[in-house]
């Protein structure tokens, strides 16, 4: 069994920087990872994967060259890095573990999810 949990969520002003963390109690290690987010009346979508080895990354065009994905199998987390974040980023960010070791931009790929943290940015 595989537990996600997400922290470091919170409001922050446009322009400001979060990071979220995603601890993995369970197999991981194997595993791409992946982080996505869902706003209020929108679906769930993709925002950054991270392959098994942290050597290969995808990322949302709206979120290329502000977000920074990464992880530490040492330490079973997962990282997302959010700088000059947007009115717009505001959602609840959830991380997920891909079914296999390779990125992925679809949600179905992914087979174990955290509960979500929320992030607000206010203009």
């Known amino acids: 069994q595989v537990q996600l949990v997400e922290s470091g969520g919170g409001p922050v002003q446009a322009g400001g920087s979060l990071r979220l963390s995603c601890v993995a109690s369970?197999?991981?290690?194997?595993?791409?990872m992946g982080w996505f987010r869902q706003a209020p009346g929108k679906e769930r979508e993709f925002v950054a994967s991270?392959?098994?080895?942290?050597?290969?990354?995808d990322y949302a065009d709206s979120v290329k060259g502000r977000f920074t994905v990464s992880r530490d199998n040492g330490k079973n987390t997962v990282y997302l890095q959010m700088n000059s974040l947007k009115p717009e980023d505001t959602a609840v960010y959830y991380c997920?573990?891909?079914?296999?070791?390779?990125?992925?931009?679809?949600?179905?790929?992914?087979?174990?999810w955290g509960q979500g943290t929320q992030v607000t940015v206010s203009s």
């Open positions: 997920a573990r891909s079914r296999d070791s390779s990125t992925h931009v679809h949600y179905g790929s992914y087979d174990y």
């Open positions: 369970g197999r991981t290690f194997a595993n791409a």
């Open positions: 991270i392959n098994w080895s942290g050597g290969n990354t």
